[in-house]
């Protein structure tokens, strides 16, 4: 299913080398016991006009329950952040962001970005190329 959300509870069965009935089954036991969280379709961000990638990492002041939750808070809010995560190291988070351009990066970052609770220091690279993204999980 990681490989085709599309893919028929037939073509499934098959694979899997069950009947379909059980497949189906199965299936809805893994969405039931939050196996599978949801079913999506990847989106081609160069072909809808956010071709401008950004990994932001950032750093807060204070390493306190309170003020992750208050910047996990405001990330929440905030639509163009694709993936945002809690990471030990030098950095506290590393957000992920799409954009269409530079100067939507650069309005991004000084009206949205700067303003978060907490923030002591951040540091933006731009994605050059995507080599890999949207891995499957392999087991």
């Not at 990847?42 to 809808?48: A, H, I």
């Not at 923030?119 to 080599?131: S, W």
Request: glycine share 6%.
């Amino acid at each position: 299913m990681q490989e085709d959300g599309r893919a028929t509870n037939a073509a499934i069965a098959k694979r899997a080398g069950i009947s379909p009935a059980a497949c189906h089954t199965r299936v809805r036991r893994l969405f039931t016991e939050g196996h599978i969280k949801r079913v999506k379709a990847v989106l081609d961000p160069d072909k809808l006009d956010r071709g401008v990638a950004a990994v932001i990492g950032v750093i807060l002041d204070r390493s306190t329950d309170q003020s992750f939750a208050e910047f996990e808070a405001a990330v929440a809010d905030l639509p163009l952040v694709q993936d945002c995560q809690l990471v030990a190291g030098e950095f506290d988070y590393f957000l992920k962001v799409r954009l269409r351009d530079m100067a939507e990066a650069n309005r991004f970052l000084t009206k949205n970005i700067i303003g978060l609770p907490g923030l002591r220091q951040i540091r933006t690279f731009f994605v050059i190329k995507d080599v890999k993204s949207d891995g499957d999980l392999v087991f």
